[in-house]
């Protein structure tokens, strides 16, 4: 059985930018989502192995050299996630957003987690009349995120970056 996510859409289309934020003080590089509320559109939406894919890119500057390759944690995924690889969730790649303003929540993945963890929940919320922003659960000096001390910091100063940094990507949204 494939779960599914049973609320019903709210009243906006939603729309999802990939950005990557730098944040040049602590030389971190952050790959962020942004879902948005958006015109309708009638374009394919983002399925849940357009999600996954989303990790092929998720790396910082050092990976953009190169070809996007799937970390060793795809394989994890993908193997728990195949049978619902195919199913299409409400997000639109670069949909054009709604011209007015609206709240935004910051959503915080936990261990180790990509940005779209709860990509359903975000996409749901942007439905509504919010603007969600996300960027993966990173440790404090790799990928992985340590349950200690220095991992809680690392993921708190991407939050606290990602809201300082927030009103500046919501003006160039498409």
């Known amino acids: 059985m494939v779960f599914r996510f049973l609320e ?10 990939v950005v990557r934020l730098h944040d040049g003080e602590r030389c971190r590089s952050l790959q ?14 983002m ?3 357009d999600y996954v894919d989303l990790l092929a890119t998720e790396g910082g500057a050092e990976s953009l050299l190169d070809e996007p390759q799937m970390p060793p ?3 994890r995924w993908l193997a ?17 957003a709604v011209a007015t303003r609206f709240p935004v929540v910051v ?3 936990g261990c180790s987690n ?5 990509a359903d929940l975000c996409e749901y919320l942007a439905s509504q009349g919010y603007v969600v922003i996300a960027s993966p659960s990173l440790g404090a000096t790799s990928r992985e995120m340590k349950l200690d001390l220095a991992g809680a910091n690392a ?9 300082t940094r927030q009103h500046c990507q919501m003006r160039r949204l498409p």
């Open 8 to 17: 019903k859409p709210g009243p906006y289309g939603v729309g999802l930018s």
């Open 32 to 45: 962020t989502l942004i879902w948005y509320p958006a015109e309708r559109a009638d374009i394919a939406p």
């Open 47 to 49: 399925t849940v192995r």
């Open 73 to 75: 944690s795809a394989e």
């Open 80 to 96: 728990g996630m195949s049978p619902a690889l195919t199913t299409s969730l409400w997000a639109v790649r670069d949909a054009r």
């Open 107 to 109: 959503y915080a993945p």
């Open 114 to 118: 990509p940005s779209w963890d709860n």
């Open 155 to 163: 993921q708190a100063g991407d939050i606290s970056f990602l809201v």
